[in-house]
């Protein structure tokens, strides 16, 4: 059996386009959460509820388990509202946002908002949109509209799709990985899926 040793990623951006495997298990027993693997099969980031599924209060850890986000839960009348913040966050304000609305389908396709710069009173805006036909691809785009990640299920080198609890995540150059997850993370949330 091969073993998995944790390794510290290099940069917290991706200098270029990467390809990372999210594992929607926790490497804990009995635990729920997931696992992120970069290209060599190291360890990247990770979330471990222990026994909790669908948790208020969600961590998501380097491969050492250092918090780099704390998810948490908002509840809303319409909407379900998670906000992410930066561990390193002294101002008590979230730095991102991430809000499901049950009226925003279009063309075949559920549309989460995200906010972003919310710490700085600056905030902008991207998307989570998620096919409704194939749960288990969404992809993220910037205030331009420009995909900076995309998530599907993972296939083998023979073109076999995995399970759906292996999924697949290409990131754009020059994006703050952490974040991307924190995104990811907060979508699994809304959806049941952690």
């Not at 008590?92 to 991430?98: G, S, W």
């Not at 609305?101 to 995200?114: D, F, G, P, S």
């Not at 972003?116 to 194939?134: A, V």
């Amino acid at each position: 059996m091969a073993k998995v040793h944790p390794f510290l990623h290099s940069s917290p951006t991706t200098s270029k386009k990467e390809t990372f495997t999210i594992w929607m298990k926790s490497l804990i027993l009995n635990g729920n959460g997931c696992t992120v693997f970069d290209s060599q099969g190291q360890i990247v980031f990770r979330v471990d509820n222990y026994d909790i599924r669908c948790a208020r209060e969600v961590f998501l850890m380097d491969q050492k388990g250092k918090v780099l986000f704390t998810i948490l839960r908002k509840k809303y009348k319409f909407s379900r509202v998670w906000e992410g913040f930066r561990s390193n966050n002294e101002q008590k304000e979230p730095n991102f946002l991430v809000r499901s609305k049950a009226c925003r389908i279009q063309r075949e396709a559920l549309t989460y908002e995200v906010m972003l710069g919310l710490d700085k009173k600056q905030p902008y805006f991207h998307r989570i949109e998620c096919s409704t036909c194939n749960s288990c691809f969404c992809k993220i785009s910037d205030q331009f509209g420009g995909i900076v990640a995309e998530l599907r299920r993972k296939k083998t080198s023979c073109g076999v799709e995995l399970g759906e609890d292996v999924l697949s995540m290409v990131v754009e150059p020059n994006i703050d990985l952490s974040l991307i997850m924190g995104l990811v993370v907060a979508y699994c949330l809304i959806n049941s899926k952690m």
